[in-house]
């Protein structure tokens, strides 16, 4: 069986304490095997972001525990073991849309690796944008921009937070291939946080939640 | 009710900001009513220093012939006198006495008698240097001259009359005989008089009965003054204000005695000469002052400035929520009212305190009536900072609309229009404009109630600070944009392999940063400028005091006990690290008896400075040179020169008393060079020469004064007082009550109080400018750093993105602010020349507050940067989210 990528054992996460203590995520025992993709599947505040947030390393649980056996400590993780697509674009409004994108491969000292910038901002149909801020871009065009920016360094493990969120259904369905796409050429590992199931139906494996509680698995991932 | 939650939520959301806006307000605030209180109360103690140290207020001269008792009458009427006494004067035609075989004959001179209570009324008319006042008092100068002294006889040669003999009961200084003998009733504009050189001074009764009879004879030699001392206590105290109120007084008593008698106005006259110098206060107070208010103003424009994108966002929101335009300005209003009373509150609090702490005291009143104006004036601007740029972007109607307003991407309107390099042609002309006229930027010419002060000239140090500041913003920005294709060292260095996406993330940001450069720049500028300016002044100060004293440390004697006898003891005594003697004679030019200063050109430097602005050609080395090198050589004042019409060269035939015979003799010298001024001398006419020649030709080489430089005076002079204790004739003074004791110069006036206000405000001012403006820059683009953090950066690489901007602010605001600084300086040393007495030969540098203010920049850019890095040293998930 593949060695797992993500594990975890009772991790749970909450926010606030005393009578403002929301439980953002229930304890949950998982495990997501290398070149798994995920769809975690669930409605607004279900704790879908706060779990991917958790696998990203960029939060910590409260309690139990959560390990990344197939890349390494959590302080190894980012830039390059992992790429997170945000909810929201999340660039940074000085840089432009190719430093933008260029900006783990910088902060991993893969400076030298410009074509693949260049492959991400095609692939993402964003060349011609290449120049643009931020700040002249549409909404679904700096969502495309984050997206190049987690998959130009073909991490191991790709995160997305509705990813496809800020896009029309049909660029919305055309990104979601261009991601698939990467995500096979180069055998990553992906989980996908969406509340729409005919995204979520575009992987394998489907992880249900619910007031914070992972409540079903599907597929072959389903531990 | 909306408004309070906007404010709730302002200070919940942006606490910093809030408190840091309000501390911004309360620092210009606290600095302009500090600095005007202080002006004011500088004012006041110009003013009080001035009258305390005239002995008589007015002279009343009556006309020949007319009786004293209504023109008393009309004093009285008048209410203003608090004390009268009358002087008798009487003209004689010498003095004569007999000391061992020689009769010792003087020119003419004056007899006065005095009431009995007179030195009680007026008591620094006279200052008693041995003997009693209660009987015939002789001058000291007299008192030389026929070498007699106490209990010693002399002869009143009184015209028309015999001879008469007294018995010299004391011996005194005249401090004012000037004034005593000034011509009453003179026409303005006319030489003054010089005073006689031979004087005594009688009792009433004594006088009358030897010159009643001259009164008789001989009318015109005998003349009557009525002394008044007037109630001080109705002057306004600001010297300005206190001229015209001594003037009126006086011109209503000259009204009601009109004809009996003409009134000299002594008060008026002080007052007259201290004007000028409270003029130059104040626009010494404009000068320095006002740029330190506008900056403090300008650093809180850039902290409320900070936070207008999120106050641009939150009001779109509210209008497309169907609030209308007045209830979107009511937030505004509401946070600008808070902010500027918390503002003026605390500025009015940190004034009280500092006014404490440097021991100013003025009337409650004034200092309630300037503080109250300078916090409504906060009030106001910090309306005008939030509430019109608020009202200015409420036309802004959308979320999407705030975007990319918050930086400018073309240039800015002044910036194509050059109007920095337009600002510095502006101060270049106008600087040389009124330099190359000579002109004096205070005029308050002497008699003339109307007092100005040439406006003008301010436009040139003004325009020099917008000029510079918009010129450091623009090569700043032209310098960050270059910087991301040419690179840029201070990033390639702070940013290691880095360096190219954070110099492109810094050009896009260009004009805010350099902005901040900008703002810093004048900071360290307004700091460096008014270090250097009170540095210089405090050095001319110390300058004029060491003129008047003659040294760090002087030993005067007489000739008959000479302090230069004492040399041995002076240079054995701790603490003294030069001592040179010097001769203080007396000599005729002419009819017009002036001081002698014999000295040895080649070592006087040694004890006191000789400063290039002594002398007439600016060179002390080239005419003491010249001095040494012509044995009868003498440096003659300018007042001299003009007046007695002398080229180089000329032979000056001077008369000098000789000690063999007691008498004057005329004994030669070359006129060699012009001298200004000169240690211990008078401000107008005098006559340096060669000790070695002047022993030469009088018989003797006794050195009347002994210079002495000293590591500590006051501790030194304390020595030497004991140590020469046993010669009473020998008086050791230092530079620090002598500088007490200056009342006619602004230097009298201590600036060092105001000083230290200055230099901490502009040690705060950088702070913020530094720290505030950086760190706000940093906390706007909090989101920026929490994606860095997510990505993956490290802490130093984030530190690169925060380091690189700090130091580029830094460098920039540090060497475009020295720059500024030193340019400023330079300008104001030029422009204020009529503050400094002697004028400065170069400015001085006050290296260590450069370093202070180096290593302080340093330690705020660094400890923001570390803070900010510490603060994203964990990632944030919640800070991805759009503001």
């Not at chain 2, 206060?281 to 936070?307: E, N, Q, R």
């Not at chain 2, 106001?380 to 999407?400: E, K, M, N, S, Y």
């Not at chain 2, 990319?404 to 109007?419: D, K, Q, Y």
Request: one cysteine or more.
């Amino acid at each position: 069986m593949t060695q797992p990528i993500v594990k975890a054992e009772g991790l749970a996460r909450q926010f606030g304490t005393g009578d403002r203590k929301v439980v953002a995520l229930e304890p949950a025992t998982f495990s997501i095997r290398r070149g798994e993709r995920v769809a975690l599947l669930g409605p607004s505040g279900s704790g879908k972001s706060t779990l991917l947030n958790l696998i990203a390393g960029l939060d910590e649980g409260a309690s139990g525990t959560i390990s990344w056996p197939g890349i390494g400590p959590r302080q190894t993780l980012r830039p390059l073991a992992v790429g997170m697509i945000h909810q929201f674009a999340a660039l940074i409004p000085t840089l432009s849309v190719a430093e933008n994108v260029a900006l783990p491969l910088r902060l991993g000292h893969r400076a030298a690796d410009d074509e693949a910038v260049g492959d991400a901002l095609a692939a993402l149909d964003l060349a011609d944008l290449a120049d643009r801020l931020p700040d002249e871009l549409s909404g679904g065009q700096a969502q495309r921009v984050g997206i190049a920016r987690a998959l130009v360094h073909c991490p191991a493990l790709l995160l997305a937070d509705e990813p496809t969120g800020q896009l029309d259904r049909r660029t919305s369905q055309a990104t979601l291939s261009v991601i698939l796409d990467y995500v096979r050429r180069h055998a990553m590992t992906f989980v996908m946080a969406t509340h729409d199931p005919a995204v979520a139906e575009r992987v394998e494996t489907l992880w249900r939640m619910e007031h914070g509680r992972l409540i079903a698995r599907q597929g072959s991932g389903a531990a | 009710m909306i408004a309070l939650y906007w404010l709730r939520s302002l200070i919940r959301v942006a606490p910093g900001r809030t408190l840091a806006t309000a501390a911004g307000i309360a620092l210009a605030v606290a600095f302009a009513a500090t600095l005007a209180i202080f002006v004011i109360s500088a004012s006041h103690t110009m003013t009080a220093r001035a009258i305390s140290n005239v002995p008589v207020d007015w002279q009343i001269e009556l006309a020949p012939g007319v009786d004293r008792t209504p023109v008393e009458t009309a004093l009285d009427q008048a209410g203003v006198a608090k004390s009268v006494r009358s002087v008798e004067y009487a003209k004689v035609d010498g003095f004569s006495a007999t000391t061992g075989d020689t009769q010792q004959v003087t020119g003419p001179g004056q007899a006065i008698g005095i009431a009995p209570d007179y030195l009680t009324a007026f008591p620094n008319q006279v200052t008693l240097l041995s003997g009693s006042p209660d009987g015939p008092v002789l001058y000291s100068q007299t008192a030389a001259n026929l070498h007699a002294g106490v209990g010693d006889e002399i002869t009143v040669n009184r015209p028309g009359l015999a001879s008469a003999a007294v018995r010299v009961a004391g011996v005194a200084a005249i401090p004012n005989i000037d004034s005593l003998f000034q011509a009453v009733g003179a026409p303005p504009g006319l030489a003054p008089q010089s005073p006689p050189d031979n004087i005594l001074i009688l009792p009433e009764t004594t006088w009358r009965s030897l010159f009643d009879p001259q009164r008789t004879a001989k009318p015109e030699t005998i003349r009557t003054q009525l002394h008044v001392l007037l109630d001080r206590a109705r002057l306004p105290a600001d010297p300005v204000s206190a001229f015209q109120a001594a003037r009126q007084m006086a011109n209503n008593v000259e009204a009601r005695i009109a004809g009996s008698a003409a009134l000299a106005n002594n008060l008026a006259a002080r007052l007259d000469g201290v004007r000028d110098d409270a003029l130059y206060a104040k626009v010494l107070f404009l000068f320095l002052g006002a740029p330190g208010v506008v900056l403090a103003a300008l650093v809180t424009v850039a902290i409320a400035g900070a936070g207008r994108p999120r106050r641009m966002r939150e009001q779109a929101l509210l209008r497309i929520r169907g609030a209308t335009l007045i209830e979107t300005l009511m937030n505004p209003a509401v946070e600008a009212a808070v902010i500027g009373l918390t503002g003026a509150a605390a500025g009015l609090l940190i004034t009280f305190i500092a006014l404490r702490l440097i021991g100013v005291n003025v009337a409650a009143p004034t200092a309630l009536g300037w503080g109250l104006f300078a916090a409504a004036a906060g009030l106001a601007f910090a309306i005008g900072t939030i509430v019109v740029p608020a009202a200015r972007d409420a036309r802004v109607l959308t979320v999407a609309q705030t975007r990319g307003l918050a930086e400018m991407t073309t240039r800015p309107l002044w910036e194509r229009l050059w109007l920095d390099i337009a600002l510095l042609a502006v101060a270049g002309l106008v600087f040389w404009s009124v330099q190359g006229a000579g002109y004096q930027i205070v005029l308050a010419n002497e008699g003339v109630a109307q007092t100005s002060v040439n406006y003008a000239s301010f436009l040139a140090p003004l325009a020099l600070w917008a000029g510079l500041g918009l010129l450091w913003v623009r090569l700043s920005r032209r310098a960050l944009i270059a910087a991301r294709t040419v690179g840029n060292p201070v990033v390639v260095l702070t940013a290691g392999d880095l360096a190219p996406t954070v110099a492109a993330s810094l050009s896009r940001q260009a004009s805010r940063i350099a902005r901040g450069a900008g703002l810093l720049a004048l900071a360290v500028g307004f700091a460096l400028s008014t270090a250097v300016f009170n540095v210089t002044y405090s050095g001319q100060a110390r300058v004029d005091a060491e003129l008047s004293n003659g040294a760090d440390v002087n030993v005067t004697g007489a000739t008959a006990s000479p302090a230069g006898a004492e040399l041995e003891k002076i240079l054995a005594t701790p603490g003294v690290l030069a001592a040179v003697p010097m001769m203080h004679r007396y000599a005729y030019v002419g009819a017009d008896l002036q001081d002698v200063y014999g000295i040895d050109p080649g070592a006087i430097g040694r004890a006191t400075t000789m400063a290039d602005a002594y002398f007439a050609n600016d060179d002390a080395g080239a005419t003491l040179a010249k001095l040494a090198a012509t044995p009868d050589g003498a440096l003659v004042s300018e007042e001299t020169v003009s007046d007695f019409q002398l080229h180089p060269g000329d032979a000056l035939n001077l008369r000098l008393q000789s000690t063999v015979d007691h008498q004057y003799h005329v004994v030669p010298f070359r006129f060699v060079g012009v001298v200004r001024e000169f240690p211990t001398a008078p401000k107008d006419s005098f006559l340096v020469a060669n000790a070695a020649y002047v022993a030469k030709e009088t018989g003797s080489a006794a050195h009347e004064v002994v210079l002495v430089r000293a590591s500590n005076p006051a501790a030194t002079a304390h020595a030497l007082k004991s140590v020469l204790a046993s010669d009473p004739a020998l008086k050791v003074t230092e530079l620090g009550e002598v500088r007490s004791l200056i009342s006619s110069s602004l230097t009298a006036v201590s600036l060092s109080a105001l000083t230290k206000v200055e230099l901490v405000f502009g040690l705060i001012l950088i702070g913020a400018a530094a720290g505030l403006v950086v760190g706000l820059g940093f906390a706007e683009r909090h989101r920026t750093f929490a994606i860095l953090t997510a990505l993956g950066a490290s802490a130093s690489q984030l530190g690169a993105f925060l380091r690189s901007e700090a130091a580029l602010v830094a460098i920039a605001g540090l060497t475009f602010g020295t720059a500024t600084g030193l340019a400023i300086a330079w300008m104001l040393v030029a422009l204020l020349a009529g503050v400094f007495d002697p004028p400065p030969e170069a400015m001085t540098i006050p290296f260590d507050y450069l370093a202070i203010v180096m290593i302080g920049v340093a330690v705020v850019a660094a400890t923001v940067v570390i803070g900010f890095q510490r603060a994203h040293a964990r990632a944030d998930p919640a800070a991805l989210k759009p503001e």
